[in-house]
């Protein structure tokens, strides 16, 4: 079955900074690539997403790279500011049951 | 967007007894609704699949007599956490997948077993 790896676990940055957080996935019919911004004891927020026709999307200060050949994907997050510290998840379909699988999350800090 | 309404938010039990988390879609026929579960720290993790009239989908490691899942109409899913204890304390949340909006994520119910 499908299986996504996140790094870093863990990401300090300067406010301004970018920052990036890379994931990738085994399973090469997965389609459907997402990511969550997720607040202390809130629900998953989509912040972006990308399907498998295309490579690169971006909205105002976050975009999201594929690269199929090599199963990864990347968020990427300009002039950070404080308002972005929160636990950030990539996502793939190709669960058995249609569902997502999630990476184990990335904990961004952004650091007035 | 899709809406899921998902209820209670937050819950407290004693050791024992049941809990149950209702999952309602607002706008759209959900023929499917995941279920995760997310311990402190941790990423989510599907717990089982319902299907509208159907038996539901555990995961591997899931008892299925402990969390009992009903799917019985295309606008709800509830999930049961029977004789609740406190390794079960955790957050809960529900999602939805389908049409334009792909997948649509309950509020999430935290759970605290005492």
């Known amino acids: 079955g499908e299986n996504v790896e996140q790094h870093p676990s863990t990401l300090s940055v300067q406010e301004g900074d970018s920052a990036v957080i890379k994931c990738t996935y085994s399973d090469s019919a997965s389609n459907y690539f997402p990511w969550y911004k997720q607040e202390l004891g809130k629900r998953p927020q989509l912040i972006i997403d990308?399907?498998?026709?295309?490579g690169e999307k971006k909205d105002q200060r976050i975009a999201v790279t594929l690269n199929k050949t090599a199963k990864h994907f990347s968020l990427h997050i300009t002039e950070t500011q404080p308002e972005d510290s929160a636990v950030y998840f990539c996502?793939?379909?190709?669960?058995?049951?249609?569902?997502?699988?999630f990476g184990k999350g990335t904990k961004l800090s952004v650091k007035p | 967007g899709a809406v899921v309404s998902q209820h209670p938010s937050w819950v407290i039990c004693k050791s024992g007894t049941s809990v149950k988390i209702e999952c309602r879609s607002l706008d759209f026929q959900a023929t499917t609704m995941f279920w995760y579960r997310q311990f402190p720290k941790q990423s989510l993790m599907l717990m089982a699949t319902s299907n509208e009239g159907s038996k539901a989908t555990y995961e591997q490691g899931v008892e299925k007599d402990k969390f009992l899942i009903n799917h019985a109409s295309l606008t709800l899913s509830t999930l049961t956490v029977t004789s609740a204890h406190p390794e079960d304390s955790s957050f809960y949340i529900c999602s939805e997948v389908g049409g334009f909006y792909g997948y649509t994520f309950g509020s999430g119910t935290r759970l605290t077993v005492v």
């Open positions: 996502a793939a379909t190709g669960g058995s049951q249609g569902n997502l699988i």
């Open positions: 990308i399907r498998s026709n295309v």
